[in-house]
């Protein structure tokens, strides 16, 4: 995220660059620093050598793709770019550097480039062997990127609702919360009449809009149980909610714990929640003093 804003991005391969920056290899030598430096002016890009300009011209002589290595390791050596996709493959494999590296130097003075070039480019390439993109790689994920920044701007209750159902686990759920209520994105309570087995968007009375909890956040009942519970909204009453779906008593009091039940009005009164899991034990004959785990929200995996 820190690179984004220091980058300012404006066209879609902006994004390409960035995510692809933001990798073992081109970190190794500090190209994030170099590339942020000559975008925004601080300083002339830097080819090291002008056969390396047509090469290096579009990332601002800073190496980023795969594809700049291999192009590199063709221009030193002469070796075509097939065989330069093998020795930037096998970049990776300690043993194998040494060998590599004197094959470059030698071949890159018969070609004419001054050793002191060689010096200067060959750190950059051998650490491309830490892991790098290529740019259709980097490009795949900026798609989904960009995308993303756009949902996220124009429709964020609906962009947030998606994120929290397919839970991609890189961020915990809490985060995506916190980061709802600073967007203004109401996110509304469980409610068996409401909530579906993903999250919803839903219209409130202020014009906003929110995105209601869905019922697999509720870590009280089977999948088999949330999916009656969708089958048979909306509920006229407490009784036809248990009359038909036939919860069991655990699930009976998770929901009513959580205050999700058709059962609103009484479980906003003082004690109404007791009141209602009361009757429930009293119902299955059950006594008032047998312990059950209520339910709660799932935790993000």
């Not at 070796?79 to 590296?101: F, N, Q, S, T, Y």
């Amino acid at each position: 995220m820190e690179l984004v804003g220091k980058l300012q991005p404006e066209v879609f391969n902006d994004l390409t660059v960035e995510i692809s920056l933001f990798r073992p290899g081109p970190m190794q030598n500090n190209m994030p620093l170099h590339y942020l430096q000559a975008r925004h002016g601080e300083v002339a890009p830097d080819f090291l050598h002008p056969r390396f300009e047509l090469i290096l011209r579009e990332t601002r002589g800073v190496v980023i793709f795969h594809e700049r290595v291999m192009r590199l390791l063709d221009e030193l050596t002469g070796c075509g770019l097939g065989r330069a996709d093998v020795l930037r493959r096998h970049l990776g494999k300690p043993g194998d550097l040494p060998r590599i590296e004197a094959f470059v130097r030698e071949r890159a003075l018969e070609r004419g480039f001054p050793p002191v070039v060689v010096s200067q480019i060959w750190p950059v390439l051998a650490g491309f062997g830490s892991f790098g993109f290529a740019k259709a790689h980097g490009a795949a994920f900026a798609l989904p990127t960009s995308q993303s920044a756009w949902l996220k701007a124009h429709h964020p209750a609906e962009f947030l609702a998606g994120l929290l159902t397919h839970d991609p686990g890189m961020w915990p759920k809490d985060l995506i919360v916190a980061e709802a209520r600073l967007l203004g994105v109401p996110v509304l309570a469980l409610d068996v009449q409401r909530s579906a087995l993903g999250y919803q968007v839903e219209e409130l009375v202020d014009g906003r809009r929110g995105s209601r909890l869905a019922l697999p956040e509720w870590a009280g009942g089977t999948e088999a149980e949330r999916a009656r519970i969708v089958q048979h909204q909306p509920f006229t009453s407490l009784q036809d909610f248990q009359g038909r779906l036939r919860p069991k008593r655990r699930t009976f009091e998770a929901l009513a714990r959580l205050g999700v039940t058709p059962a609103s009005r009484l479980q906003n009164l003082p004690g109404g929640t007791e009141v209602l899991i009361a009757g429930v034990r009293r119902a299955s004959n059950t006594p008032p003093d047998a312990q059950w785990p209520p339910g709660g929200l799932r935790q993000s995996r």
